[in-house]
């Protein structure tokens, strides 16, 4: 509750156009939302692109905002909207080829040294392959930790409807990794054949 | 396999650590482009209101006052006004004085008038 009125304040002080309450706000959220949006779009140097958008729609939009609803539901809800609008952007394009898969997943990682075991490797395609429509409950609800009731307000849906999609979701996520799991399985076996391992 | 903790399993990413100076760079950037863009805005905004000034214009000028001339009168029964291939005749009420133009024949009774045709035209509407 204090955090909240802290976040208030801090809001209604970048509404008088305080830059010090923003510094303070991207320190309080710039984590959270890099990771959500590395989580929906798998590129790292884009969700950071977006993550700084995001920011940057906060302070210019700030008026905009109702204290009816917490303010990290309302960034969220920003950076949700921006995700959306570089999938569809992605998916016009028709970017996501095979080979930009393989140059994201090797190039924009935040670390070379993290480790990506087989389950997040698997984890990760078969999140990539999930409709936005469930990644992005799923990913609030399982990764972020917030409550239905949050998640709705963030995405604009009824609770029924959130409740609906991370059920169906986490389903579709299950069957997506049985399946990415197998093929990845399929693909060692055959490297194993052809005499490359 | 537990499907509610999948996503546990993946790597949480944080930002990197000249994020905020970069928000901050950004914000400044922003705040200089921003009068010009809203300069801009206003023009376009302003170009598309006279554009469309000028269309409502047009279209009252030929609503209320090109159809509203001779066209659309209608005759004293009750009809529309002619087509317009009929109605490129005009009459013209011209003065003759027959006087002038009729002479004493008696006094030359010699002369033989030969009346003929001068016009491709069919006869029939000719009088003499």
Known sequence: ?197 | MDDINLLRNLERVAAPPDFERRVMAQLAQRKTELPSARRAQVFRYSLAGAAAALFAGFLALNVFVLRSGPDRMTTAGGRMAEPASSRDFVSITEPVSYRNEVRNVSAESGTVYILEQVSNASNQYIRY
């Open chain 1, 1 to 197: 509750m204090t955090m909240r009125m802290d976040e208030q304040e801090l809001v209604g002080r970048i509404q008088a156009g305080d830059e010090s309450a923003f510094t303070e706000i991207v320190r309080l959220y710039k984590d959270k939302i890099v990771n959500f949006l590395f989580q929906m779009t798998g590129d790292y140097q884009r969700a950071v692109d977006l993550s700084q958008e995001t920011f940057l729609r906060v302070y210019f939009k700030a008026d905009k905002y109702k204290p009816i609803a917490p303010f990290s539901s309302w960034v969220y809800a920003i950076a949700s909207n921006l995700a959306k609008t570089e999938l569809k952007k992605r998916y016009r394009m028709n970017q996501v080829s095979l080979d930009d898969v393989q140059y994201s997943a090797e190039v924009s990682t935040p670390s070379d040294e993290t480790t990506d075991s087989g389950l997040a490797r698997n984890l990760r395609e078969a999140l990539d392959r999930l409709s936005l429509r469930y990644r992005i409950p799923v990913v609030l609800k399982d990764m972020e930790g917030y409550s239905q009731e949050e998640i709705a307000r963030i995405i604009r849906r009824p609770v029924g409807t959130v409740k609906a999609r991370i059920s169906r979701g986490r389903s579709m996520l299950k069957r997506q990794l049985e399946k990415a799991t197998k093929e990845n399985l399929t693909f060692q076996k055959r490297e194993i054949f052809d005499g490359r391992y």
